[in-house]
């Protein structure tokens, strides 16, 4: 009996790691490529002044699990910050890439990624606009070296839009 499962550890401890049900092996190695601390320095268009000002952001990837990484950021604009947590994840079943994201904004937003060469393209439509005083629409590129976060930030009452554009690099 111990011989026997001596010999079945033995077998499990040659076997490879498997990722769930088969999951595309360079979909997700891509996917965790952006694991790491990310620094980003844009520019933000105020609806109610018409003026740029800067935007600084940081964003942390981490690995999660087998198939997805968490994102945590914040931006700091006009003298307020913005946070934003969720996951992004390559669903084999589905065979995509999957975005889920929330913000302190009671913003909540789902996206299906689409692969672009190396590249993958989220845009995120804010789920709870009607519950709000805003509704945010959010663009998520992970783009070789860099990732760029666009959003937009519409005002439901008057229709006025503060929009920003934010590259990130790799600390």
């Excluded at 995120?124 to 976060?149: K, M, P, Q, T, Y």
Aim: with cysteine.
């Amino acid at each position: 009996m111990k011989r026997l499962l001596s010999l079945a550890l033995m077998v499990l401890a040659a076997l490879p790691i498997a990722l769930p049900a088969g999951a595309a092996q360079a979909d997700v190695e891509l996917l965790k490529s952006y694991v790491g601390e990310w620094r980003g320095r844009g520019t933000a268009m105020f609806a109610a002044t018409g003026q740029n000002e800067t935007v600084v952001c940081r964003m942390s990837v981490s690995d999660s699990d087998l198939t997805k990484v968490a994102i945590e950021g914040r931006c700091t604009l006009a003298g307020r910050t913005l946070a934003i947590a969720g996951t992004v994840a390559f669903v084999e079943t589905a065979n995509r890439y999957e975005a889920i994201m929330s913000s302190v904004a009671s913003f909540q937003g789902v996206a299906i990624g689409q692969r672009r060469g190396s590249d993958i393209a989220f845009n995120l439509v804010d789920r709870n606009h009607e519950r709000g005083e805003h509704r945010i629409d959010a663009d998520l590129s992970l783009r070789g070296s860099e990732i760029h976060l666009d959003f937009k930030i519409t005002h439901v009452a008057s229709g006025a839009s503060t929009t920003a554009r934010i590259p990130f690099v790799a600390q």
